[in-house]
């Protein structure tokens, strides 16, 4: 080993028969020849930067010629996915477009949300004939740590029953940029209690989350509802005289989750920001099944708190009936996969 390394050093950098490893460096490196040694001696040998970014300036476009094919064999199937979802819906692409400028670009993206929500999560509605053909009704839900759920219900609505779902959002919604056109395209209003009434007044189905962003940041895998007494929803039912459709999306926790730790400062900068801070990681590709119960119909003799109760409730029951508690991203994988029911208690 000795010999061997000793060569190759005086063939690379020796000269005319000498060497350029001094008597003194051979003395020390016969003393003991171990790997230590060969680690030491190397710091005598110059390393040829310049040869090595030849290298890897002549072998670059190799690497270039395999990897680009790659790139575009994936863009060629997420181009033929799209042309799949296109002609699935093409007959309601088509009509929409023909009638109005925004219905028609809320066809469209609500095809690819359709498709996406099947092919991520399996996604599923139970229940979406309790949506009204026509007419209008206030639907109330169980805000995640993302909506995505909402989403999927709202594309369902668009592509299988005809009807866009007006939706709440909070102001912050209006001030990301970017979003605004979102925003027009689907007519979400920040609402008040008038406004919204006068949604419903018109025959629309409005959404709204009670729980809002509060609900989305600092609800847990427990699905308690995080409503703070708010009852300005039941005001909007009273006041337009419509029913209340609650609504629940099995497993939308596994989905998104928001950080557990540091709640207090959580809750301390959005108490002092309304904005939502908290972060959010997720994105596992779990069971989601998005439950719609029946409509609790106007009741004249109800008071704004009654009704919020009984709302509340309602989505209570659908958590309890279709909710593992606390919620487990494993067992939403595993129902993603294997469809028998299983406990929902832990």
Avoid at 2 to 9: D, E, F, L, R, T
Avoid at 27 to 40: E, L
Avoid at 145 to 169: E, H, M, N, Q, T
Wanted: hydrophobic share 45%.
């Amino acid at each position: 080993m000795y010999s061997a390394a000793v060569g190759v050093v005086d063939n690379v950098y020796g000269g005319d028969g000498g060497s350029v490893v001094s008597d003194d460096i051979l003395d020390s490196f016969q003393a003991t020849d171990n790997a230590t040694n060969y680690v030491w001696m190397l710091k005598y040998v110059d390393v040829d930067i310049d040869y090595a970014r030849w290298l890897g300036w002549l072998f670059t476009p190799v690497l270039a010629m395999f990897i680009l094919p790659s790139v575009i064999l994936i863009l060629l199937y997420l181009s033929a996915l799209f042309l799949y979802i296109y002609k699935w819906h093409r007959h309601r692409l088509l009509d929409a477009y023909e009638r109005d400028f925004w219905e028609g670009g809320r066809k469209s993206l609500a095809a690819l949300w359709d498709a996406q929500g099947w092919l991520w999560h399996g996604f599923e509605v139970v229940g979406l004939d309790n949506i009204p053909e026509d007419g209008p009704a206030l639907i109330v839900f169980y805000h995640g740590a993302i909506p995505i759920d909402f989403y999927y219900v709202l594309s369902k609505c668009i592509l299988f029953k005809g009807r866009l779902i007006r939706c709440v959002g909070d102001r912050f919604l209006f001030q990301v940029p970017g979003w605004s056109l979102l925003m027009e395209a689907f007519k979400v209003l920040p609402g008040t209690v008038q406004s919204c009434a006068n949604i419903l007044k018109e025959g629309n189905v409005l959404a709204i989350a009670p729980g809002g962003v509060f609900e989305a940041q600092f609800g847990t895998s427990n699905y308690q509802l995080l409503w703070k007494n708010r009852v300005g929803f039941a005001k909007v039912a009273l006041e337009a005289k419509v029913p209340i459709i609650p609504m629940f999306t099995q497993n939308i926790r596994e989905a998104f989750r928001s950080f557990s730790w540091g709640m207090r400062f959580w809750r301390w900068l959005y108490a002092k920001t309304h904005l939502p801070l908290v972060p959010i990681y997720g994105f596992f590709p779990v069971k989601m099944k998005t439950y719609i119960g029946k409509p609790i119909p106007y009741d004249p003799s109800n008071t704004p708190e009654m009704l919020a109760q009984q709302a509340a409730h309602a989505i209570e029951n659908l958590i309890k009936e279709h909710q593992r508690v606390p919620g487990s991203v494993f067992h939403a994988l595993i129902e993603r996969f294997y469809k028998k029911e299983v406990n929902k208690s832990a």
